[in-house]
């Protein structure tokens, strides 16, 4: 598991490789990503926007901005946790992916949270992050 903790809002990344959804043959790498994020600050706050950068194994890169996640904007009251799985392709079979959410306290304040970064691991491809 990788985590990141930003002005008490920790978000932890668990990646998983989807060999069903995945073929070597055509270069198509699939991986399950599934996210928790956790207020345990004393303010309400809420995730609007999502920035991803997409490196595969070649360094070729992809930026996503983007509102939300999931289709949600969710809101976490103090102590409060939200989770969701998403996913992502790759013509590699390995990768990283790394990001930040922007936030919105209650207070009117925007701010961003780290996202960690994590490792795209396929079992035939190496380990790009350690």
């Known amino acids: 598991m990788y985590r990141a903790i930003t ?8 990646p998983n490789f989807l060999p069903e959804r995945s073929s070597v043959d ?10 928790a994020i956790i207020n345990n ?3 309400t ?10 490196t595969d194994a070649t360094g070729r ?7 939300g996640v999931v289709g949600e904007q969710p809101i976490l009251a103090p102590g409060e946790r939200f989770e969701y799985t998403s996913g992502v392709p790759l013509s590699t079979s390995s990768g990283i992916m790394t990001g930040n959410y ?14 960690p970064t ?7 491809g190496e380990r790009v992050l350690n």
């Open 26 to 35: 055509r270069a198509h790498y699939f991986w399950s990503y599934t996210i």
């Open 61 to 67: 890169q992809q930026e996503v901005h983007k509102e």
């Open 41 to 43: 600050g004393t303010e």
């Open 7 to 14: 002005r008490q809002i920790e978000v932890t990344v668990e």
């Open 118 to 124: 994590f490792s795209l691991d396929s079992p035939d």
């Open 45 to 54: 706050v809420q995730l609007r926007m999502r920035h991803w950068i997409i």
């Open 102 to 115: 922007e936030m919105l306290s209650e207070s009117g304040e925007r701010f961003d949270i780290a996202i």
